[in-house]
């Protein structure tokens, strides 16, 4: 009887550790990419969330007397021509740009997953939602953004909402093709032969097999929101010039780059790390999940 009794807690303990093995082998054991991308936007993210705990001070605070100072111990990164604290206005921004690039990349990776299933799973359906994603594809993503944002406001929520707008699309493109590829499957042939209905179907056995693909592209689209995001403020056309956000800060230096490059340099460097980390992480979730890349265990 005891040797009865223990082989199902044995099993269970089994697929527990081998559940924990693929998913620390997923976080660390696919080379560096992805346990380093994932480092650094950790801290980037600690960065936004405690950025009033790190010697910051009030961002917008102006002082005429201390305009376009360089770097030093009293201002780590310099002031800009308002005497704004660069190094505050840098560690408050990531707020902005994470915020936009997190929210962009949920929000389309949502609606494009639900919009692409259907539209993989009835062919009606199909036919109108692929021309309507056509003509939306066939204008540059950027420029789709800066018109809602004109025709919107310039704030954050509507910058995030046009940027959604502009990147769903490829989820939905993506999607669809995932979505078609699964239907001829024999598991699936093999469901609709046993009378199950086509949502049952479209969550139980399409729906898990489109994980890996929409993962890196949603990694995709919060990088190029990010980049989205910094290029609409630097021209004006993303959030107030009040708000600090990188692309507020650069914008505000430009004029002075020849003699102040810092002022453009230093947030540019943090976009290029945030935007390289999410690359990263992208990269190292594609060769964990593509099994003819990954690692035996």
């Known amino acids: 009887m005891a040797a009865i009794q223990?082989?199902?807690?044995?099993?269970?303990?089994?697929?527990f550790s081998v559940a924990t093995g693929k998913?620390?082998?997923?976080i660390f054991g696919n080379g560096l990419a992805l346990s380093i991308g994932l480092t650094v936007l950790v801290v980037l993210v600690l960065v936004a969330v405690f950025a009033p705990y790190l010697g910051t001070v009030d961002p917008n605070q102006l002082s005429v007397v201390q305009r376009l100072k360089p770097p030093s111990?009293?201002?780590w990164f310099?002031?800009?021509k308002l005497g704004r604290?660069?190094?505050s206005r840098v560690l408050y921004g990531s707020r902005v740009s994470l915020l936009a690039g997190a929210s962009v990349a949920i929000l389309a990776t949502v609606f494009g997953v639900l919009i692409g299933l259907v539209a993989g799973a009835h062919r009606v359906v199909d036919m109108i939602v692929m021309r309507i994603v056509d003509g939306m594809m066939s204008i540059p993503p950027i420029l789709l953004a800066i018109a809602l944002v004109a025709l919107w406001g310039a704030n954050i929520r509507n910058v995030i909402i046009a940027l959604t707008i502009a990147d769903a699309p490829r989820v939905v493109r993506l999607m669809r093709s995932v979505v078609l590829t699964a239907r001829e499957e024999p598991y699936v042939d093999a469901a609709v032969a046993c009378g199950t209905r086509t949502l049952k179907i479209l969550w139980r056995h399409i729906l898990p097999n489109t994980v890996a693909p929409i993962l890196v592209q949603a990694s995709y689209v919060f990088a190029s929101a990010m980049i989205a995001e910094a290029a609409l403020s630097f021209i004006g056309a993303g959030v107030p010039p009040e708000v600090p956000s990188w692309g507020n800060i650069m914008s505000d230096g430009r004029t002075l780059w020849q003699l102040q490059p810092h002022i453009v340099f230093i947030p540019a460097i943090f976009l290029s790390v945030a935007v390289l980390s999410v690359n990263m992480i992208g990269d190292g979730l594609r060769d964990a999940m593509d099994p003819r890349l990954a690692r035996k265990l």
């Open 6 to 15: 223990s082989t199902p807690i044995s099993r269970r303990q089994s697929g």
């Open 78 to 80: 310099g002031t800009d």
């Open 73 to 75: 111990a009293e201002f």
């Open 23 to 26: 998913l620390l082998r997923l």
């Open 85 to 87: 604290d660069i190094y």
